[in-house]
Protein backbone atom coordinates (compact mmCIF):
# COMPACT_ATOMS: atom_id res chain seq x y z
CA UNK A 1 0.00 0.00 0.00
CA UNK A 2 1.34 3.38 -1.14
CA UNK A 3 2.34 6.59 0.98
CA UNK A 4 1.12 8.20 -1.81
CA UNK A 5 -2.34 6.61 -2.15
CA UNK A 6 -5.21 9.48 -2.10
CA UNK A 7 -6.97 8.29 1.75
CA UNK A 8 -10.70 7.63 1.08
CA UNK A 9 -12.42 7.24 4.00
CA UNK A 10 -16.45 6.30 5.25
CA UNK A 11 -18.39 7.15 8.25
CA UNK A 12 -19.99 5.02 9.85
CA UNK A 13 -22.33 4.92 13.57
CA UNK A 14 -20.58 3.89 16.54
CA UNK A 15 -23.02 1.67 17.59
CA UNK A 16 -24.07 -0.23 14.55
CA UNK A 17 -22.51 -3.58 14.64
CA UNK A 18 -22.99 -5.92 11.18
CA UNK A 19 -21.59 -8.41 13.17
CA UNK A 20 -24.11 -8.51 15.74
CA UNK A 21 -26.59 -9.31 13.24
CA UNK A 22 -25.31 -11.81 10.79
CA UNK A 23 -21.72 -13.31 10.13
CA UNK A 24 -19.51 -14.25 7.26
CA UNK A 25 -19.49 -10.99 5.68
CA UNK A 26 -17.38 -10.94 2.26
CA UNK A 27 -15.02 -8.18 1.70
CA UNK A 28 -17.03 -7.30 -1.42
CA UNK A 29 -20.61 -7.23 0.86
CA UNK A 30 -18.91 -5.06 3.56
CA UNK A 31 -17.86 -3.04 0.69
CA UNK A 32 -21.03 -2.38 -0.23
CA UNK A 33 -22.87 -2.19 2.76
CA UNK A 34 -20.80 0.55 3.45
CA UNK A 35 -21.63 2.34 -0.04
CA UNK A 36 -25.06 1.96 0.61
CA UNK A 37 -24.54 3.29 4.77
CA UNK A 38 -22.91 6.45 3.31
CA UNK A 39 -25.47 7.08 0.66
CA UNK A 40 -27.76 6.71 3.58
CA UNK A 41 -25.11 9.02 6.06
CA UNK A 42 -24.63 11.73 3.39
CA UNK A 43 -28.82 12.10 3.15
CA UNK A 44 -28.91 12.26 7.19
CA UNK A 45 -26.07 14.58 7.05
CA UNK A 46 -27.97 16.81 4.44
CA UNK A 47 -25.24 16.64 2.24
CA UNK A 48 -26.92 14.63 -0.73
CA UNK A 49 -30.19 13.53 -1.61
CA UNK A 50 -29.62 12.64 -5.32
CA UNK A 51 -29.42 8.80 -4.55
CA UNK A 52 -32.10 8.37 -2.58
CA UNK A 53 -35.32 7.51 -4.51
CA UNK A 54 -37.82 7.29 -1.75
CA UNK A 55 -38.16 7.57 1.98
CA UNK A 56 -40.71 6.57 4.32
CA UNK A 57 -41.91 5.29 7.74
CA UNK A 58 -41.14 2.09 5.94
CA UNK A 59 -37.75 2.11 4.24
CA UNK A 60 -35.29 3.90 2.45
CA UNK A 61 -34.91 3.30 -1.52
CA UNK A 62 -31.47 3.59 -2.47
CA UNK A 63 -29.66 3.89 -6.08
CA UNK A 64 -26.13 3.35 -5.91
CA UNK A 65 -24.20 3.80 -8.86
CA UNK A 66 -22.28 1.16 -10.24
CA UNK A 67 -19.51 2.75 -11.76
CA UNK A 68 -18.19 4.00 -8.32
CA UNK A 69 -18.15 0.69 -6.93
CA UNK A 70 -14.70 -0.67 -6.37
CA UNK A 71 -12.84 -2.34 -9.42
CA UNK A 72 -10.59 -4.27 -7.49
CA UNK A 73 -13.03 -5.57 -5.60
CA UNK A 74 -15.88 -5.69 -9.09
CA UNK A 75 -13.19 -7.53 -12.20
CA UNK A 76 -14.57 -5.67 -15.65
CA UNK A 77 -14.47 -9.51 -17.08
CA UNK A 78 -17.33 -10.86 -15.30
CA UNK A 79 -18.90 -7.82 -13.37
CA UNK A 80 -22.16 -8.67 -14.11
CA UNK A 81 -22.17 -11.97 -12.39
CA UNK A 82 -20.15 -10.73 -9.25
CA UNK A 83 -22.51 -8.22 -8.97
CA UNK A 84 -25.83 -10.68 -8.76
CA UNK A 85 -24.09 -12.98 -6.72
CA UNK A 86 -23.36 -10.72 -4.68
CA UNK A 87 -26.77 -8.98 -4.50
CA UNK A 88 -28.13 -12.84 -3.80
CA UNK A 89 -25.74 -13.10 -0.90
CA UNK A 90 -26.55 -9.81 0.36
CA UNK A 91 -30.40 -10.66 0.21
CA UNK A 92 -29.69 -13.12 3.26
CA UNK A 93 -28.80 -11.08 5.44
CA UNK A 94 -30.80 -10.22 8.55
CA UNK A 95 -30.94 -9.22 11.97
CA UNK A 96 -31.80 -12.35 14.37
CA UNK A 97 -33.35 -11.57 17.56
CA UNK A 98 -33.65 -14.58 19.88
CA UNK A 99 -34.96 -14.02 23.60
CA UNK A 100 -36.05 -16.81 26.11
CA UNK A 101 -38.74 -15.72 28.88
CA UNK A 102 -39.00 -17.04 32.75
CA UNK A 103 -40.60 -19.98 31.43
CA UNK A 104 -38.34 -21.41 28.84
CA UNK A 105 -40.47 -20.23 25.54
CA UNK A 106 -38.03 -19.15 22.96
CA UNK A 107 -39.13 -15.39 21.12
CA UNK A 108 -37.81 -14.76 17.81
CA UNK A 109 -37.48 -11.61 15.37
CA UNK A 110 -35.93 -11.82 11.99
CA UNK A 111 -35.43 -8.44 9.90
CA UNK A 112 -34.29 -8.89 6.67
CA UNK A 113 -31.27 -6.05 6.05
CA UNK A 114 -31.82 -5.80 2.26
CA UNK A 115 -35.43 -6.83 1.27
CA UNK A 116 -35.04 -5.79 -2.28
CA UNK A 117 -31.98 -5.24 -4.37
CA UNK A 118 -32.73 -4.92 -7.94
CA UNK A 119 -30.96 -4.27 -11.07
CA UNK A 120 -32.45 -4.02 -14.65
CA UNK A 121 -30.62 -2.74 -17.18
CA UNK A 122 -33.40 -1.75 -19.53
CA UNK A 123 -34.95 0.37 -16.69
CA UNK A 124 -31.50 1.93 -15.32
CA UNK A 125 -28.40 0.16 -16.45
CA UNK A 126 -26.36 2.72 -13.94
CA UNK A 127 -27.76 1.66 -10.60
CA UNK A 128 -28.34 -0.41 -8.18
CA UNK A 129 -31.75 0.03 -6.29
CA UNK A 130 -31.38 -1.24 -2.45
CA UNK A 131 -34.22 -1.13 -0.18
CA UNK A 132 -33.38 -0.76 3.84
CA UNK A 133 -36.25 -1.27 6.08
CA UNK A 134 -36.74 1.73 8.60
CA UNK A 135 -35.78 -0.89 11.50
CA UNK A 136 -32.13 -0.86 9.52
CA UNK A 137 -32.02 2.74 8.75
CA UNK A 138 -32.87 3.93 12.33
CA UNK A 139 -30.37 1.79 13.80
CA UNK A 140 -27.66 3.32 11.36
CA UNK A 141 -28.40 7.03 12.46
CA UNK A 142 -28.61 9.50 14.45
CA UNK A 143 -24.69 9.40 14.00
CA UNK A 144 -23.37 11.93 16.61
CA UNK A 145 -21.04 9.31 17.96
CA UNK A 146 -19.15 8.24 14.38
CA UNK A 147 -15.60 6.69 13.43
CA UNK A 148 -14.18 7.06 10.01
CA UNK A 149 -12.90 3.97 8.03
CA UNK A 150 -9.82 3.82 5.67
CA UNK A 151 -11.41 2.13 2.52
CA UNK A 152 -7.68 2.02 0.94
CA UNK A 153 -6.71 0.28 4.40
CA UNK A 154 -9.64 -2.23 4.16
CA UNK A 155 -9.02 -3.07 0.55
CA UNK A 156 -5.84 -4.52 1.83
CA UNK A 157 -7.56 -6.87 4.78
CA UNK A 158 -8.66 -9.87 3.44
CA UNK A 159 -10.24 -11.61 7.13
CA UNK A 160 -14.15 -10.35 7.54
CA UNK A 161 -13.40 -10.89 11.20
CA UNK A 162 -10.46 -8.54 10.55
CA UNK A 163 -12.41 -6.25 9.44
CA UNK A 164 -14.86 -6.17 12.30
CA UNK A 165 -12.52 -6.04 14.54
CA UNK A 166 -11.00 -2.74 12.66
CA UNK A 167 -14.83 -1.36 12.95
CA UNK A 168 -14.95 -1.88 16.69
CA UNK A 169 -11.43 -0.20 17.34
CA UNK A 170 -11.92 2.84 15.28
CA UNK A 171 -15.14 3.14 17.27
CA UNK A 172 -13.28 3.32 20.27
CA UNK A 173 -9.87 4.89 19.07
CA UNK A 174 -10.84 8.40 20.24
CA UNK A 175 -10.48 7.03 23.86
CA UNK A 176 -7.00 5.57 23.32
CA UNK A 177 -7.31 2.77 25.84
CA UNK A 178 -11.26 0.73 26.67
CA UNK A 179 -11.90 -2.33 28.25
CA UNK A 180 -14.94 -5.01 26.94
CA UNK A 181 -16.11 -8.42 28.32
CA UNK A 182 -15.08 -11.13 26.34
CA UNK A 183 -18.39 -12.15 25.59
CA UNK A 184 -19.01 -8.46 24.46
CA UNK A 185 -16.73 -8.62 22.41
CA UNK A 186 -17.81 -11.87 20.67
CA UNK A 187 -21.22 -10.14 20.25
CA UNK A 188 -19.64 -7.67 18.50
CA UNK A 189 -18.19 -9.92 16.20
CA UNK A 190 -21.77 -12.13 15.88
CA UNK A 191 -20.06 -15.05 17.52
CA UNK A 192 -22.15 -14.91 20.42
CA UNK A 193 -25.39 -16.35 19.05
CA UNK A 194 -23.68 -18.74 16.89
CA UNK A 195 -22.27 -20.49 19.66
CA UNK A 196 -18.71 -19.87 18.48
CA UNK A 197 -15.09 -19.13 19.76
CA UNK A 198 -16.71 -19.55 23.29
CA UNK A 199 -13.05 -20.63 25.03
CA UNK A 200 -10.73 -17.06 25.11
CA UNK A 201 -7.76 -19.45 24.24
CA UNK A 202 -9.53 -20.27 20.74
CA UNK A 203 -10.65 -17.02 20.32
CA UNK A 204 -7.47 -15.00 21.16
CA UNK A 205 -5.34 -17.19 18.80
CA UNK A 206 -7.50 -17.62 15.68
CA UNK A 207 -9.32 -14.57 15.65
CA UNK A 208 -7.73 -11.59 17.70
CA UNK A 209 -4.38 -12.02 17.42
CA UNK A 210 -3.82 -12.30 13.56
CA UNK A 211 -6.86 -9.53 13.29
CA UNK A 212 -4.49 -7.36 15.23
CA UNK A 213 -1.42 -8.71 13.62
CA UNK A 214 -2.71 -7.42 10.29
CA UNK A 215 -4.08 -3.98 11.08
CA UNK A 216 -0.41 -3.24 12.98
CA UNK A 217 1.02 -3.87 9.85
CA UNK A 218 -0.60 -1.19 8.09
CA UNK A 219 -0.21 1.20 11.02
CA UNK A 220 1.28 4.02 9.33
CA UNK A 221 -1.66 4.64 7.49
CA UNK A 222 -4.19 4.51 10.53
CA UNK A 223 -4.28 2.89 13.86
CA UNK A 224 -1.80 0.46 16.40
CA UNK A 225 -3.61 -1.45 18.66
CA UNK A 226 -2.10 -3.24 21.87
CA UNK A 227 -4.34 -5.30 24.13
CA UNK A 228 -4.12 -7.76 27.48
CA UNK A 229 -6.47 -10.38 29.71
CA UNK A 230 -5.31 -10.81 33.04
CA UNK A 231 -6.10 -14.40 33.46
CA UNK A 232 -9.34 -15.75 35.44
CA UNK A 233 -10.90 -12.38 34.56
CA UNK A 234 -13.27 -11.40 31.58
CA UNK A 235 -12.23 -7.90 30.40
CA UNK A 236 -10.07 -7.21 27.91
CA UNK A 237 -7.98 -4.23 27.69
CA UNK A 238 -6.86 -2.17 24.52
CA UNK A 239 -5.08 0.38 23.73
CA UNK A 240 -5.37 2.28 20.71
CA UNK A 241 -2.56 4.78 19.15
CA UNK A 242 -3.48 6.49 15.98
CA UNK A 243 -0.61 7.35 13.98
CA UNK A 244 -2.61 9.03 10.91
CA UNK A 245 -5.03 11.94 11.87
CA UNK A 246 -7.99 12.03 9.80
CA UNK A 247 -9.94 15.32 9.37
CA UNK A 248 -13.21 15.24 11.20
CA UNK A 249 -15.85 18.02 11.21
CA UNK A 250 -18.68 18.62 13.47
CA UNK A 251 -21.45 15.81 12.32
CA UNK A 252 -24.95 17.54 12.56
CA UNK A 253 -27.61 15.41 12.07
CA UNK A 254 -30.98 15.90 10.42
CA UNK A 255 -33.94 14.94 12.23
CA UNK A 256 -37.56 14.30 10.93
CA UNK A 257 -38.87 15.51 14.47
CA UNK A 258 -36.80 19.15 13.95
CA UNK A 259 -39.19 22.56 14.55
CA UNK A 260 -40.29 23.85 11.10
CA UNK A 261 -40.24 27.61 11.39
CA UNK A 262 -43.88 28.70 10.82
CA UNK A 263 -42.44 32.14 8.80
CA UNK A 264 -40.08 30.49 6.42
CA UNK A 265 -42.01 27.13 6.35
CA UNK A 266 -39.08 25.46 5.13
CA UNK A 267 -38.65 22.07 5.62
CA UNK A 268 -35.16 19.87 6.30
CA UNK A 269 -33.78 17.68 3.50
CA UNK A 270 -35.45 14.28 4.92
CA UNK A 271 -38.55 15.79 5.69
CA UNK A 272 -39.00 17.21 2.48
CA UNK A 273 -37.93 13.40 0.70
CA UNK A 274 -40.64 11.89 3.20
CA UNK A 275 -42.94 14.89 1.85
CA UNK A 276 -42.63 14.26 -1.72
CA UNK A 277 -42.64 10.41 -1.16
CA UNK A 278 -46.02 10.13 0.70
CA UNK A 279 -47.13 12.53 -1.80
CA UNK A 280 -45.87 10.27 -4.44
CA UNK A 281 -47.80 7.69 -2.88
CA UNK A 282 -51.15 8.69 -2.61
CA UNK A 283 -51.19 9.92 -6.06
CA UNK A 284 -50.86 5.85 -7.27
CA UNK A 285 -54.21 5.91 -5.24
CA UNK A 286 -55.86 9.18 -5.30
CA UNK A 287 -56.31 11.92 -8.20
CA UNK A 288 -54.32 15.10 -7.09
CA UNK A 289 -55.15 18.00 -9.32
CA UNK A 290 -52.51 21.12 -7.45
CA UNK A 291 -49.91 19.18 -5.74
CA UNK A 292 -48.19 22.31 -4.80
CA UNK A 293 -51.04 23.63 -3.05
CA UNK A 294 -51.27 19.94 -1.46
CA UNK A 295 -47.99 20.58 -0.72
CA UNK A 296 -48.31 23.94 1.23
CA UNK A 297 -51.52 22.57 3.10
CA UNK A 298 -49.97 19.76 4.56
CA UNK A 299 -46.89 22.16 5.59
CA UNK A 300 -49.44 24.48 7.36
CA UNK A 301 -51.00 21.30 8.86
CA UNK A 302 -47.48 20.29 10.62
CA UNK A 303 -47.26 23.66 11.58
CA UNK A 304 -50.42 24.11 13.08
CA UNK A 305 -49.60 20.90 15.26
CA UNK A 306 -46.38 21.84 16.22
CA UNK A 307 -47.78 24.63 17.58
CA UNK A 308 -50.05 23.14 19.63
CA UNK A 309 -47.08 20.52 21.71
CA UNK A 310 -45.85 20.58 25.20
CA UNK A 311 -42.75 23.11 25.36
CA UNK A 312 -39.80 20.78 25.36
CA UNK A 313 -41.57 18.30 23.42
CA UNK A 314 -41.29 17.33 19.86
CA UNK A 315 -43.55 16.89 16.83
CA UNK A 316 -44.19 12.99 16.13
CA UNK A 317 -42.98 13.94 12.35
CA UNK A 318 -44.15 9.86 11.16
CA UNK A 319 -47.43 9.97 12.95
CA UNK A 320 -48.63 13.21 11.61
CA UNK A 321 -47.76 12.49 8.48
CA UNK A 322 -49.37 8.73 8.21
CA UNK A 323 -52.58 10.50 9.21
CA UNK A 324 -52.20 13.38 6.67
CA UNK A 325 -51.66 10.16 4.36
CA UNK A 326 -54.52 8.00 5.28
CA UNK A 327 -56.75 11.44 4.86
CA UNK A 328 -55.61 12.13 1.38
CA UNK A 329 -56.43 8.38 0.32
CA UNK A 330 -60.22 8.21 1.78
CA UNK A 331 -60.61 11.83 0.25
CA UNK A 332 -61.29 14.25 3.43
CA UNK A 333 -57.92 15.96 3.31
CA UNK A 334 -59.74 18.70 0.61
CA UNK A 335 -59.04 21.24 2.71
CA UNK A 336 -57.24 20.57 6.19
CA UNK A 337 -58.34 22.10 9.67
CA UNK A 338 -55.04 23.48 9.58
CA UNK A 339 -55.68 25.03 6.62
CA UNK A 340 -58.61 26.88 7.80
CA UNK A 341 -57.23 27.44 11.21
CA UNK A 342 -53.91 29.35 9.95
CA UNK A 343 -56.60 31.23 7.71
CA UNK A 344 -58.90 32.57 10.82
CA UNK A 345 -55.71 33.34 12.53
CA UNK A 346 -54.40 35.37 9.93
CA UNK A 347 -54.78 39.17 11.34
CA UNK A 348 -54.64 43.07 9.59
CA UNK A 349 -51.18 44.43 9.98
CA UNK A 350 -50.45 48.29 9.00
CA UNK A 351 -46.69 46.77 8.32
CA UNK A 352 -47.90 44.02 6.42
CA UNK A 353 -50.45 46.36 4.36
CA UNK A 354 -47.92 48.86 3.60
CA UNK A 355 -44.91 46.34 2.40
CA UNK A 356 -47.02 43.83 0.52
CA UNK A 357 -48.70 47.18 -0.98
CA UNK A 358 -44.47 48.25 -1.67
CA UNK A 359 -43.73 45.38 -3.13
CA UNK A 360 -46.82 44.39 -5.55
CA UNK A 361 -46.01 48.41 -6.82
CA UNK A 362 -42.35 47.13 -7.54
CA UNK A 363 -44.13 44.07 -9.27
CA UNK A 364 -42.18 41.79 -6.74
CA UNK A 365 -44.56 39.04 -6.75
CA UNK A 366 -42.19 36.36 -6.17
CA UNK A 367 -41.62 38.18 -2.89
CA UNK A 368 -44.89 38.55 -1.69
CA UNK A 369 -45.44 34.70 -2.40
CA UNK A 370 -42.69 33.77 -0.27
CA UNK A 371 -42.95 35.76 2.58
CA UNK A 372 -47.18 35.59 3.01
CA UNK A 373 -49.54 32.98 2.90
CA UNK A 374 -52.85 33.57 0.89
CA UNK A 375 -54.30 33.72 4.51
CA UNK A 376 -52.46 36.67 5.24
CA UNK A 377 -53.08 38.39 1.76
CA UNK A 378 -56.41 38.03 2.51
CA UNK A 379 -56.67 39.52 6.07
CA UNK A 380 -54.83 43.01 4.76
CA UNK A 381 -56.76 43.29 2.05
CA UNK A 382 -55.33 41.74 -0.95
CA UNK A 383 -57.31 38.80 -2.52
CA UNK A 384 -56.43 40.18 -5.82
CA UNK A 385 -53.04 39.44 -5.48
CA UNK A 386 -53.90 35.67 -4.85
CA UNK A 387 -55.38 35.57 -7.64
CA UNK A 388 -52.58 37.10 -9.35
CA UNK A 389 -50.32 35.10 -8.30
CA UNK A 390 -52.48 31.98 -8.75
CA UNK A 391 -52.94 33.06 -12.63
CA UNK A 392 -49.13 33.41 -13.19
CA UNK A 393 -48.47 30.06 -11.55
CA UNK A 394 -46.29 31.83 -9.00
CA UNK A 395 -45.27 29.15 -6.04
CA UNK A 396 -43.37 29.74 -3.02
CA UNK A 397 -40.05 29.10 -3.64
CA UNK A 398 -38.63 25.74 -2.87
Known amino acids: ?37 NVIKDFYLSKDQSLIESFSDESIMVRLPIKLLDRSLLKSKNRASQLFDVAERLMTK ?79 AFKGDFKISFQDLRKELGFYNQNKYKEWKRFNSQVLKPAVEEINSHKE ?45 KLNMIQEKYLSTLIGYCKKVVAISNIPELRE ?56 NAKIKALYNENKLQEIRDAYSDEDLSANRFGYIIDELRDEGINKSA
Not at 7 to 30: A, C, P, Q
Not at 323 to 341: C, D, M, V
Open 1 to 37: MSGSQSREVRIINHSFSLGEYDDSWTKIERYLFLEVY
Open 94 to 172: RIKNVSVDEYGQQGFDFISIFPRIKYDPKEDKDHLHIRIPSEIYEEMVPIEQFCQLDLVLLEEINSGNTIRLYEVFKSH
Open 221 to 265: YDIEVDYSKTRGQDLVSFTIIVHHKQQSSPVNVLMLEEGINKETR
Open 297 to 352: WIVSDLISQQSKIKEGERLDFKKAMNEISKQIRNGKYTEPFAHKHLYTAAVFSDQD
